[in-house]
């Protein structure tokens, strides 16, 4: 079989995903340390020490595509991008809560979904392997989120940390959405065969997804702790 000629949007989006992938890495490692200080369940903290080494994985995983579909650019990393941020008038644990809703109970969430869909239409062996990983990865990574959810409303603080997801809910549902699922704009590029299968695939395809998301995962997943997402969900617009 011919290859599949690579374009420069191909070896753009990778090159991002090497750069997204090294900024996941920083945010686990950093949670796993917060972790850490509030004493959570030792299955937790390694379950965030095994995650960080995956980012790591998967970034050095995609860069070997974005070599393959020609690349020669670096990751830019931003190196603020790269920590979480403290609210210091406030316990460590409302910012861990923060932390686990916003990157896992929702990026990761919704990950699983958008990997499943890069990868039904990626063809190229190198490229497919990486998506393959990924996406096997990702479902432990969402479950590492609502498991740490799970923990936090077990915990001595469970009643405010609760308040405190249900009220900031709509603001990270606005923010996901604006990253995953903008409103749709004239002369939107297309994306053509060869795009699709080096793993990339059109916005429409990613507001599909978290459409997806909200009905499958988080109405019945935050419903669970009381949370109603679909209320917040039409806050977020």
Known sequence: MARTPATDAVRAEWLRRVEAEYRS??????????????????DLVRAGM?????????AEMSHRVHVAAGGE???????????????DDEPLEHDVARVAVEIFCLGETVAVPLFKELRAGCSVPIARRALDRILRDEVRHRDFGWALLG??????MAAELRAL???????????????????????????GPAERAWGLMPISHYRAAVDKA????????????????RAAWARSA
């Open 151 to 156: 923990w936090l409303v077990e915990h001595p």
């Open 25 to 42: 890495a920083a945010i686990t490692q950093h949670l796993t340390l917060w972790l850490i200080q509030i004493g959570a369940s030792p």
């Open 50 to 58: 095994r995650i960080a080494a995956d980012e790591i994985d998967h």
């Open 165 to 191: 997801v249900a009220r900031e809910l709509p603001r990270w549902f606005a923010r996901l959405r604006q990253s995953y699922a903008p409103p749709p704009k004239r002369g939107e590029p297309a994306l």
């Open 214 to 229: 909200l009905a499958r995962d988080w109405e019945p997943r935050f419903g669970r702790f009381g949370i109603d997402a």
């Open 73 to 87: 650019g670096i990751p830019r990393l931003v190196r603020e991008s790269l920590a979480l941020t403290r609210h």
